[in-house]
């Protein structure tokens, strides 16, 4: 049943959302990992267990298949499942996606203080991939701070403004009362906030320049509004992007109206049949003379970046009768103009070094306005988006929109295609045509690689731009709510520059991911070799389980936190975009993974096999199965933690930079956890014991322990001076260039909720990792324990002598039970109680194999174990209280059972 909303209406269903393109290649990453290294490796190592059990046992030893040794011999092959278990866990990368949340809430957290507050999660790591930005002008890349400078009224041109007694009066009184009455009455021009300070301004910033002029004028507009109070406004004509004007209608005491407008000065100017001239009437306007206005007042203006504004008015006489209000095409005609003012708009002084950078980042910045084509042009030749000299294509929206459509009026990619590439100012544009290019960029397949888009908009009608983009920009002041809502990002200052930071949070968190990556895979690729060479060669793995989940949780929790938080530098900008389709894994990156677990697999391989003799140590190779912990283990175990920790330095640079130190005190996340990882495992070390499989190591075999975990720093060194083009067989991974879905049951959850931010559905993908995080942890756990409960029977059964060979074991003629285990879980309890012959304290074979009892026991293995009791001969030679007899009944069902196999990494 579909669930309901409090109206009682069906709820509706949120459309799946797509993973974002990191995301993608992380899971296709980890798939192929798990199912190449993870499974392949432990399926094999499980087959190798149990042919060389099955060869040593039934074929070496001939011994016997027996219905009754069957519970045993499913022991063995639940151990060596567990043994498989242990290598897949090892060597799936399940911290990729704990990674990624941690990296992109931490740079969420640390964007806001760069002036970006991000609402969906994944528009942040988009912005890495960014190489283009479709601009607005007006305060994003100007201060948005407009002032009147120059004026054409009275048939002359200002260059400055002009003092009041150069106008004539009629003309001002006109041009004050409409500046007045034509602006919102919510523009209004309040005091500074400071004393010495800039006057504020209140609402619509063109509004509030022409406000700024009158009272330059020395003129009061409030004083006209208070003569007119707003609900004595008879008409407002509110503006547009279509028509470029507003236009406010007044009704004179006679029956007369009077209608005020300002607008585009270019197509206001083409409605106006006269204008105001000195002696304050008006004059005939034609069309030569328009020309030679714009020629020689409109272009100089917008050349200088000023936007141009016509201001003009219209009367309507009680004797023409009442006019058709609703007919605006016929109502803005036959205007007379009263002034052309020009209004500067400063550029920001930080944009023009904010745009080279993104140009020198491979990001295309392009400018996008309603202002007049010479305005955009002088603007985008001060902010650097044109150069003198560039081929590029500045176009007005009407010229474009005559390009790219057909004789039918339908918009064809191919014609776009002709137009973008070299397209950098769209001017006199509407939200439609920033729409259709975004839209026109995105789809072309002219280039290789798609294009990824970024927008900037405040308005509601920026709305489809802003969500057609690969990331919309709302403007968090001047931006409507429609706006903010489309975007997936607001920029809290409406400053361009903070859009450079966003690009570099963005490259950060690949740079980040790419990191951990790198280290991640170095550990994993060392573990499961050491793991499956001790398994199935000494048949014990030199790192104990209780060790191993320490290793996992350096590599995961602890180097995701440290390597995902590293904070961004400038560096970043002087390298392209990643790209949809770039591998995470780069040759470079590669070509370190290998390379760090070269070194690393033959120090651990070193100390595996001849560490007891450079050492001068009992081996721990062949220790019993629960025999103390050994010193040669413990260097073994040590060694490989540190290094690790000294890798986790190397890691931090993915490019191939020698100076591995540079900027690690910018990063207190990271020094912290380092300090921290050593100063534990200095305690499970020197203070772990048995539960760690650890015992004390000495000064001098800390420094050599130490000494090699350094070793990864020189080794890395080397690694760096190898030419990445030289190893042109090393291949890169982690592509990704389709989008891959949420699945269904993660969407589940969240189709309960009437509205939620996209943020927040991360956020909860987040914690769910978290999760899943803490449950792998317990789960190892639980296989641990689970074992150990397995085996635990066998430990009041061993002598030790049957201890460093468990072939023998249950054979021994010194066999013995003790009290304390009561039974051995290796047939069913019920059976037990079922069959009279069998007792709870000692165990009786049946006939068939009672003449298995007198088998001779096996000669003693030799004692390679330093912490094993010295104490094994005298054990053999002297029987002692509780023992069985050798020929007596209580020899065990199976006869020779190879036990040694027994001896895992658990």
Same mark, same amino acid.
């Given at each position: ?5 409090? =109206? ?158 150069? %106008? ?59 003569? %007119? ?235 489809? !731009? ?60 060392? !573990? ?52 949809? =389709? ?291 001969? !005298? ?32």
């Amino acid at each position: 049943m579909q669930p309901l909303n409090a =109206d009682g209406e069906p709820k509706k269903k949120l459309p799946k959302k797509d993973k974002s393109v990191l995301q993608g290649k992380l899971t296709k990453l980890a798939v192929q990992i798990g199912k190449a290294a993870g499974l392949f490796m432990s399926s094999l190592t499980v087959l190798i267990l149990i042919t060389r059990f099955l060869i040593d046992t039934f074929v070496i030893q001939g011994i016997d298949f027996t219905q009754e040794c069957l519970p045993i011999y499913v022991q063995f092959f639940v151990k060596f499942f567990i043994i498989g278990v242990t290598v897949l866990v090892v060597a799936v990368p399940e911290g990729l996606p704990l990674a990624v949340t941690i990296s992109l809430a931490y740079s969420v957290k640390k964007m806001m203080k760069d002036n970006n507050l991000v609402r969906h999660l994944d528009a942040c790591e988009t912005m890495g991939n960014a190489t283009a930005i479709c601009s607005d002008k007006t305060g994003t890349l100007t201060m948005n701070r407009m002032t009147v400078v120059q004026t054409y009224i009275g048939s002359r041109y200002y260059k400055k403004l002009p003092e009041p007694d150069l %106008i004539p009066a009629m003309i001002l009184d006109l041009l004050v009362q409409g500046i007045g009455v034509n602006c919102a009455y919510t523009s209004k021009i309040m005091p500074p906030e400071k004393e010495g300070g800039l006057a504020r301004q209140v609402g619509n910033k063109t509004e509030c320049a022409l406000l700024g002029f009158s009272l330059d004028l020395r003129r009061d507009y409030q004083t006209i509004r208070n003569e %007119i109070p707003e609900e004595r406004l008879f008409k407002v004509y509110t503006f547009n992007s279509v028509r470029k004007s507003m236009s406010t209608v007044l009704k004179n005491p006679d029956g007369s109206y009077r209608m005020y407008s300002k607008g585009a000065s270019e197509i206001l100017l083409r409605k106006c049949s006269k204008i105001m001239m000195g002696p304050g009437k008006a004059k005939s306007f034609k069309p030569r003379d328009r020309d030679d206005l714009v020629r020689k007042v409109i272009e100089p203006m917008a050349s200088e970046g000023l936007r141009t504004i016509c201001l003009a008015y219209r009367d309507f006489p009680a004797a023409d009768g009442e006019p058709d209000w609703d007919d605006e095409a016929h109502i803005l005609t036959n205007l007379t103009c009263i002034s052309v003012v020009g209004i500067e708009d400063p550029v920001r002084p930080e944009v023009p070094e904010a745009i080279r950078k993104c140009q020198r980042a491979g990001i295309t910045v392009r400018m996008v306005t309603g202002d007049n084509i010479n305005t955009a042009r002088a603007i985008a030749i001060k902010c650097g988006i044109l150069q003198p000299g560039d081929d590029f294509l500045c176009m007005e929206g009407k010229e474009f929109n005559r390009r790219i459509r057909n004789e039918l009026g339908e918009i064809e990619q191919e014609r776009i295609d002709k137009i973008w590439p070299k397209l950098r100012v769209l001017a006199r544009s509407s939200p439609t045509d920033k729409h259709t290019l975004v839209k026109g960029i995105i789809d072309s397949t002219v280039l290789e690689k798609r294009q990824v888009v970024a927008v900037t908009g405040d308005g509601t009608n920026d709305g489809p !731009a802003l969500k057609k983009a690969d990331v919309g920009f709302a403007m968090g002041i001047a931006g409507t709510d429609v706006a903010k809502e489309a975007s997936d990002i607001i920029l809290t200052d409406d400053n361009f520059s903070s859009i450079v930071k966003a690009v570099m949070w963005g490259r950060n968190v690949y740079d980040s991911i790419s990191k951990f990556l790198q280290f991640q895979l170095t550990v994993n690729v060392v !573990a499961v070799i050491v793991a499956f060479t001790g398994a199935c060669i000494t048949q014990d793995s030199p790192l104990k389980a209780v060790q191993m989940l320490w290793v996992n949780l350096i590599m995961d929790t602890f180097a995701s936190l440290a390597l995902a938080t590293e904070p961004p530098t400038e560096a970043l900008l002087l390298r392209s975009p990643y790209g949809r =389709d770039k591998p995470l894994i780069s040759r470079t990156m590669m070509k370190n993974i290998l390379g760090h677990a070269v070194y690393q697999l033959t120090v651990i391989f070193t100390l595996l096999f001849v560490g007891e003799k450079l050492f001068n140590l009992d081996s721990g190779r062949n220790a019993p199965l629960h025999a103390p912990p050994s010193e040669h283990y413990t260097i073994v175990f040590n060694t490989f933690v540190l290094m690790q920790i000294f890798n986790e330095l190397n890691a931090r640079k993915i490019h191939g930079e020698r100076n591995v130190f540079e900027g690690i005190f910018n990063n207190p996340i990271f020094c912290s956890i380092v300090l921290g990882t050593l100063i534990i495992q200095v305690v499970i070390v020197q203070f772990g014991g048995k539960p760690f499989s650890c015992v004390r190591l000495s000064l001098d075999q800390w420094l050599w322990c130490v000494f090699l975990g350094v070793g990864s720093l020189l080794w890395g060194q080397l690694v760096s001076s190898i030419p990445t083009r030289w190893l042109r067989f090393l291949k890169t991974a982690g592509h990704g260039t389709q989008q891959e879905e949420i699945p269904e049951e993660e969407m589940e959850e969240m189709e309960d909720q009437d509205e939620i931010d996209h943020a927040e559905m991360e956020l909860k993908r987040g914690q769910v990792l978290w999760c899943r995080g803490l449950n792998r942890i317990s789960t190892q756990i639980r296989v641990v324990n689970a074992f150990r409960d397995s085996v635990s029977p066998y430990e009041g059964l061993e002598t030790p002598e049957s201890r460093s060979s468990i072939h023998s074991f249950m054979s021994h003629p010194e066999f013995r039970m003790e009290d304390s285990v009561n039974h051995i879980p290796l047939i069913d309890e019920a059976e037990c109680e079922d069959d009279p012959p069998i007792k709870r304290n000692s165990m009786v074979l049946p006939p068939q194999l009672s003449g298995l009892s007198t088998l001779p026991p096996p000669p003693a293995s030799p004692n390679q174990n330093n912490n094993s009791t010295a104490a094994a001969a !005298a054990e053999h030679s002297a029987p002692l209280p509780g023992m069985i007899a050798p020929n007596s009944a209580g020899l065990s069902p199976c006869p020779g059972s190879p036990m040694h196999s027994l001896e895992t990494s658990l």
